[in-house]
Nanobody, 124 residues
Framework: QVQVVESGGGLVQAGGSLRLSCAAS????????MGWYRQAPGNQRELVAR???????NYADSVKGRFTISRDNAKNTVYLKMNSLKPEDTAVYYC??????????????????WGQGTQVTVSS
């Protein structure tokens, strides 16, 4: 009933920048928090940044001062601007949305709405 699609990944040199986007669609009533997670080969998925509907943010220590999360509530879209990228930022980046949506006439809530991921590769 709700889908999120990420875009904006790619290959960049160390020190470069990328901007990821994630758009949610479907029978959405309200999106609460939205977040970016990443998973590198052999590692567990980890939180990168998260933003609430009111704009409060939190970041992993490893990206503080380099990454900025923002959202456009009217477009159900969240962004991740990544500056000063490092090779250790290489991973598949996933978008997550805490979403309230309609299933028929029933209002439901899911914390488990994930995108397919977008690859970010930072070369040294």
């Amino acid at each position: 009933q709700v889908q999120v699609v990420e875009s904006g990944g790619g290959l960049v040199q160390a020190g470069g920048s990328l901007r990821l986007s994630c758009a949610a669609s479907g029978s959405i009533y309200r999106i609460n928090a939205m977040g970016w997670y990443r998973q590198a080969p052999g590692n567990q998925r980890e939180l990168v940044a998260r933003i609430t509907s009111s704009g409060s943010t939190n970041y992993a220590d490893s990206v503080k001062g380099r990454f900025t999360i923002s959202r456009d509530n009217a477009k159900n879209t969240v962004y991740l601007k990544m500056n000063s990228l490092k090779p250790e930022d290489t991973a598949v980046y996933y978008c997550n949305a805490d979403t309230e949506y309609y299933s028929g006439s029933v209002l439901r809530r899911s914390f488990d709405v994930w995108g397919q991921g977008t690859q970010v590769t930072v070369s040294s």
